[in-house]
């Protein structure tokens, strides 16, 4: 274990599904961490061992870490000797980056930084951001002498980086470790400073470069990933209007050696993917063009999915003249944004889901087996229900997202439902 002696005490800003896992890892290298949150429900909850978001092998490095003493949750930062913002970065109006909650996660550590301190902004950010946030902080602390801008040389009291993170949810505490990361420094001793920071945790590459790189080269995975899935979301449409089965054309073209088609689905999730393509096309809209057509693309998804179950309810009123839409049961087979996780952030399956629940006065059944309740601003009116329950009552299936579990639900117990089948599990 690589333990550096010029870091032994942290601040983690935000304890969501980046930071939480980030302050229980580095806890674990034996730094005194203080992780931060608004929440005093999160906080009480961690304080005592248990988290509440759903990560493999999290509560398990959570409880060992707050047991020992490594670890604690608070409302207010202390002092650290590493500071790490790792908060959200949602919307504005006309999909405008706020950065409201990184500019007070800044204000709040403000107070208590002393010379020497590092700080890294690891929140998905604008290209800019970490400047932006130097500047705050500057005229926050003028006893401190601050880089705020993206430069290669100088002497400052402060080091600040920006490390954007790249795990993949459900992988996360693996991917800490194993996985290469990019490292923005303002100043190529901030670039330094955090990279000895990183190899107390990271086993991977630490790749070091300026601060507006970094925050644009996660921007540019996400929206490279935007856009293959675009392509294979439209690929859908086509098919499916040509009559042609879609997942055996994948399949199909798929065994050329230089072509890797992805799989469709119901659109993109996630508060990487389905945000941060929009982070570039706010900073340069004309020069952006494919980039914002591949987010047209998968941002349409959903109203596509919404039509083939409207046209499925039609048939069955059809088929039986004295129903009326409150007989119509439809049962939708997942929320979360990808599977076999609990996260419902930007999901285009709860984006339809509601609308099923807002549009019809039938039954409204969700079947999400990772969670234990239905969120209290959606679905009014839906039941959330097992697979089994769903099957039994269910006119119509929506299947949304390809959890594990409804992968081993055989396809004869399919058949006699009406069914819109987004990810293809069920294409027989």
Request: proline residues 6%.
């Amino acid at each position: 274990m690589n333990i550096s002696k010029n870091f032994k005490s942290m601040t983690v800003m935000g304890l969501g599904y980046i930071g939480l896992p980030t302050a229980a890892a580095f806890a674990a290298r034996k730094l005194q961490v203080c992780g931060v949150d608004i929440n005093e429900i999160t906080v009480n909850t961690i304080n005592q061992g248990q988290i509440h978001i759903v990560e493999p092998e999290l509560d398990i490095l959570v409880h060992s870490t707050v047991t020992e003493g490594y670890l604690k949750a608070s409302l207010k930062p202390e002092p650290a000797d590493v500071f790490i913002i790792a908060v959200p970065t949602p919307f504005k109006e006309k999909k405008q980056p706020d950065l409201s909650y990184i500019e007070a996660a800044a204000n709040a550590i403000a107070p208590v930084l002393k010379k020497g301190d590092l700080i890294i902004l690891e929140s998905t950010s604008p290209v800019g951001a970490t400047e932006h946030m130097a500047k705050g902080l500057q005229e926050f602390r003028k006893d401190l002498n601050i880089p705020m801008e993206n430069q290669g040389k100088g002497e400052f009291d402060i080091y600040i980086a920006h490390c954007p993170e790249r795990v993949l949810p459900g992988h996360v505490m693996r991917e800490l470790v194993e996985n290469d990361r990019i490292i923005g420094g303002m100043t190529t001793k901030c670039a330094q400073k955090a990279k000895e920071l990183y190899e107390i945790l990271v086993e991977g590459e630490c790749l070091l470069t300026d601060v507006r790189t970094a925050e644009m080269a996660k921007l540019t995975e996400n929206a490279f990933r935007d856009v293959n899935i675009a392509f294979a979301n439209e690929l859908s449409l086509v098919c499916d209007k040509l009559k042609v089965n879609v997942w055996e054309l994948i399949e199909l073209a798929n065994k050329h050696p230089r072509v890797n088609i992805l799989q469709p689905g119901p659109g993109v999730g996630g508060h990487c993917i389905a945000v941060d393509p929009w982070f570039i096309v706010s900073q340069a809209p004309e020069e952006a063009q494919l980039i914002r057509t591949a987010r047209g693309v998968n941002d349409s998804k959903p109203q596509w999915i919404q039509k083939k179950i409207d046209k499925s309810v039609d048939r069955i009123l059809m088929e039986n003249p004295n129903w009326t839409f409150k007989d119509v049961t439809i049962a939708c087979f997942g929320l979360s944004f990808k599977p076999d996780i609990d996260d419902l952030r930007e999901s285009p399956a709860l984006q339809i889901a509601n609308n099923v629940s807002n549009t019809y006065p039938g039954r409204v059944l969700i079947v999400e087996p990772n969670i234990e309740q239905l969120p209290k601003d959606s679905l009014h009116g839906a039941k959330l229900v097992n697979e089994h329950e769903a099957l039994d009552m269910a006119d119509i299936i929506v299947l949304l997202v390809d959890h594990k579990q409804f992968k081993k639900i055989p396809t004869r117990s399919i058949g006699q439902h009406y069914l819109i089948d987004s990810r293809g599990i069920w294409q027989n």
